[in-house]
């Protein structure tokens, strides 16, 4: 009987999600829960919310599920390995004759393919979700994290080509050259097989790797318009592609300790040097770069100089007041341990 009812709790949903009625949908898909007796009811039951909540613009229940069926998941990945284990010191001979390890079946006896696809759609879903409220660090890593190529299995959420665009973008504007080289560049084979099918983004990425800023941001020009009408990233293009200049210019200085402004805005198609000079006196501000504007005749930024003696002498003496700090509350603990006063 509980699983007559689920079904119909299902059946309700589909109904109302197919004509429009979405809030009406919602409510019948968590009236299933109740009737749910196995880990696969429980990830449809996630799957399906997600879905209505992302047409209802409910980025919190989306971001709730997805976490939640990502934790199922771990959970069940967990089992499955201890339980290998436990096989493989029971039976050692069987394994080795085998050659190899125990091969388990996914969720409710899906293949491990159809449980890192389903892995895939959640981690997609909560990525979506940090990206509405303006988290790209944790989009990016969500984006970049998947282990499978989705490729049309999601598309009434994203397609392959939107996760490759989306976290490309994201990346870009928030990851370090570090993460950069380890999420996208060189280590992460999924994602780049993912730019293959963007081509744009993926030259767009390697020209900011390999310090082509100019080209770079004049090959994301030529994709904003059509950015500005996705129904996912379409608000965060602007605040997205300003991160992204940001950190060309940010980086275009580091080598240099003079660098006259005047080039420096031929080469980012600045419309004049005093647009590029408040860009640059913004970063100054708020200690993006450590330099200086100097006004006088040519316009030059200049690095500052910094003695590294000094900043040694600082560091040390930073760590040697932890240290000190630390043996303090090592013995106070210790005094409290004697005289049997600590809980």
Same mark, same amino acid.
């Given at each position: 009987? +509980?699983?007559?009812?689920?079904?119909?709790?299902?059946?309700?949903? /589909?109904?109302?999600?197919?004509?429009?009625?979405?809030?009406?949908?919602?409510?019948c898909?968590? +009236?299933?829960? !109740?009737?749910?007796?196995?880990? +696969? %009811?429980?990830l449809?039951?996630?799957?399906?919310?997600?879905?209505?909540?992302?047409?209802?613009?409910?980025?919190?229940?989306?971001?709730?599920y997805a976490?939640?069926?990502?934790? *199922?998941l771990?959970?069940?990945?967990?089992?499955n390995?201890?339980?290998?284990?436990?096989?493989?010191?029971?039976?050692?001979?069987?394994?080795?004759?085998?050659?190899?390890?125990?091969?388990?079946?996914?969720?409710?006896? !899906?293949?491990k !393919?159809?449980?890192?696809l389903?892995?895939?759609?959640?981690?997609?879903?909560?990525a979506?979700?940090?990206?509405?409220?303006?988290?790209?660090?944790?989009a @990016?890593?969500?984006?970049t994290?998947?282990?499978?190529e989705?490729?049309?299995?999601?598309?009434?959420?994203?397609?392959?080509?939107?996760v490759?665009?989306?976290g490309?973008?994201?990346?870009?504007? &928030?990851?370090?050259?570090?993460?950069?080289k380890? %999420? *996208?560049? %060189?280590e992460?084979v999924?994602?780049? /097989?993912?730019?293959?099918?963007?081509p744009?983004?993926?030259? *767009?990425?390697?020209?900011?790797?390999n310090?082509?800023?100019?080209?770079?941001?004049?090959?994301?020009?030529?994709?904003?318009?059509?950015?500005?009408?996705?129904i996912?990233?379409?608000? %965060?293009?602007?605040?997205?592609?300003s991160?992204?200049?940001?950190?060309?210019?940010?980086q275009? &200085? +580091?080598?240099?300790?003079?660098?006259?402004?005047t080039?420096?805005?031929? @080469?980012?198609?600045?419309d004049?040097?005093?647009t590029l000079?408040?860009?640059?006196? /913004?970063?100054?501000?708020r200690?993006?770069i450590r330099?200086?504007?100097?006004?006088?005749g040519?316009?030059?930024?200049?690095?500052?100089?910094?003695?590294?003696r &000094?900043?040694?002498?600082?560091?040390?003496?930073?760590?040697?007041?932890?240290?000190v700090?630390?043996?303090?509350?090592?013995?106070?603990?210790?005094?409290?341990?004697?005289?049997?006063?600590?809980l």
């Open positions: 009987m +509980k699983e007559s009812i689920r079904l119909a709790h299902n059946d309700l949903g /589909d109904y109302y999600y197919n004509i429009g009625n979405l809030k009406e949908a919602f409510t898909y968590q +009236k299933s829960r !109740e009737y749910g007796t196995s880990v +696969k %009811h429980t449809a039951l996630c799957m399906n919310s997600i879905r209505v909540a992302l047409e209802l613009n409910n980025m919190s229940q989306v971001l709730l976490n939640k069926g990502l934790a *199922i771990k959970n069940v990945d967990q089992m390995a201890s339980e290998n284990e436990k096989k493989m010191a029971q039976k050692p001979s069987i394994i080795q004759q085998a050659g190899g390890g125990i091969e388990g079946l996914g969720v409710g006896g !899906e293949s !393919e159809e449980q890192n389903t892995r895939a759609k959640f981690t997609c879903a909560a979506l979700a940090h990206l509405h409220f303006d988290k790209y660090t944790e @990016a890593k969500h984006f994290s998947l282990k499978t989705i490729g049309n299995s999601y598309t009434e959420v994203v397609s392959q080509q939107d490759a665009v989306y490309g973008l994201c990346a870009l504007a &928030t990851f370090d050259r570090e993460q950069l380890k %999420h *996208i560049v %060189h992460n999924t994602f780049r /097989d993912m730019l293959s099918t963007v744009e983004m993926r030259d *767009i990425i390697e020209d900011f790797w310090s082509r800023y100019p080209q770079c941001l004049s090959k994301l020009d030529l994709i904003k318009k059509e950015l500005l009408l996705d996912h990233i379409g608000k %965060h293009v602007h605040k997205l592609f991160l992204i200049r940001q950190k060309a210019l940010i275009y &200085t +580091k080598p240099f300790s003079a660098l006259s402004l080039t420096m805005a031929s @080469a980012f198609n600045c004049s040097v005093e000079e408040k860009e640059i006196a /913004d970063l100054i501000t200690d993006k330099a200086r504007i100097d006004s006088r040519e316009k030059i930024l200049r690095a500052k100089e910094f003695d590294k &000094t900043e040694t002498f600082e560091r040390v003496q930073k760590t040697a007041g932890k240290f700090e630390n043996a303090r509350d090592a013995l106070l603990r210790s005094s409290l341990n004697r005289l049997d006063l600590a």
